[in-house]
């Protein structure tokens, strides 16, 4: 999502006015004596009863959010523990009182951090700043990590000779954000990928996984990924890999909001070219916005991705430098 500054100045409304210069009256009569009344002394712009707000940890993201989005946090960052309370209504004994997601705490105990309010931030945005409908998402995304046992699939070992050149993370792109690599055509055993859905998606979630916590969300909050379709034709799409790449694009959509920076389609034949823009009606246009479909060949390829990934971090099947993996 593009920035806006904030505001050049803050708006005037409800502050007290310029006290008026001092206007000569007649004498007053002098009061009876007696003890002077105490008199409290007025502070300006103070409200009655009101505890000062704490300033915002920012970082150079953090830097980047709109007065509108920091009104959205602070009521987010708010009802999110009551939020994980009503989820867990049916165990109260569950409920968490630390959370961590990509490698970032969220802090429940109201302690901010500028990498909270990043990864908050994702949640909201993909929802349009609703912190209803944001709260949601969070809530479920937690408990389908408990439920997936994400760390678990991060621990586990895999066939090398079934997945073991399916997905790389190699480099990063000019910005410093990690690229993923995902080849599905060449030598790839695809019925036997896709045979079991359950262990491809422990897979592809640990793979992602690995490449989240790569970010710091201090400066890098975001991924580049490319799919490299060579090979692949219209006889490689049976019922288990649509069944699996259903599956995977629910749960990215669902759980890993505003980590996509720039999706490439690349060796895609002519063919099937209208397979991937006919998803358009069922995607956001900020999400066809951060994807494009590139043809096949070194020159093609590097004319689309050299202007995003560096020549040295880009290897050379794709019209890079980088020696290729």
Do not use: C
């Not at 961590?100 to 993909?126: P, Q």
């Amino acid at each position: 999502m593009a920035s806006t500054d904030l505001p050049a100045a803050a708006a005037t409304a409800g502050q007290i006015p310029p006290v008026p210069a001092m206007i000569e009256t007649a004498p007053q009569p002098a009061p009876a004596e007696g003890p002077a009344p105490v008199v409290a002394e007025a502070k300006v712009g103070a409200q009655p009863n009101s505890v000062p707000e704490q300033p915002e940890p920012q970082n150079a993201l953090t830097q980047k959010f709109t007065e509108k989005e920091w009104a959205a946090l602070r009521d987010f960052r708010a009802t999110l523990p009551q939020l994980l309370k009503d989820s867990y209504a049916d165990e109260p004994s569950k409920v968490p009182t630390s959370v961590k997601l990509w490698g970032v705490e969220l802090n429940l105990d109201g302690v901010k951090t500028a990498k909270e309010s990043v990864v908050l931030m994702k949640f909201l945005r993909a929802r349009n700043l609703s912190v209803q409908e944001a709260g949601r998402m969070i809530v479920n995304t937690i408990r389908w990590r408990e439920e997936f046992k994400v760390d678990e699939a991060l621990q586990e070992q895999f066939p090398e000779e079934v997945f073991g050149s399916l997905g790389r993370i190699y480099g990063k792109d000019k910005g410093g954000r990690p690229v993923i690599y995902n080849m599905y055509g060449g030598n790839q055993d695809l019925k036997e990928i896709f045979r079991d859905t359950d262990r491809f998606m422990r897979w592809r979630v640990a793979l992602m996984e690995r490449s989240v916590l790569l970010l710091d969300f201090e400066t890098i909050d975001q991924t580049v990924q490319i799919h490299d379709y060579l090979g692949v034709g219209m006889g490689s799409r049976t019922p288990e890999s649509k069944r699996a790449v259903a599956e995977a694009t629910n749960v990215f959509q669902s759980h890993y909001p505003e980590l996509l920076y720039k999706k490439f389609f690349v060796n895609v034949p002519t063919i099937m070219s209208w397979l991937f823009w006919a998803f358009k009606a069922f995607l956001p246009a900020a999400t066809i916005a951060k994807m494009s479909v590139v043809g096949t060949g070194s020159h093609a390829i590097g004319k689309e991705l050299l202007p995003v990934i560096d020549k040295s971090e880009l290897p050379e099947r794709y019209g890079g430098e980088a020696k290729d993996f």
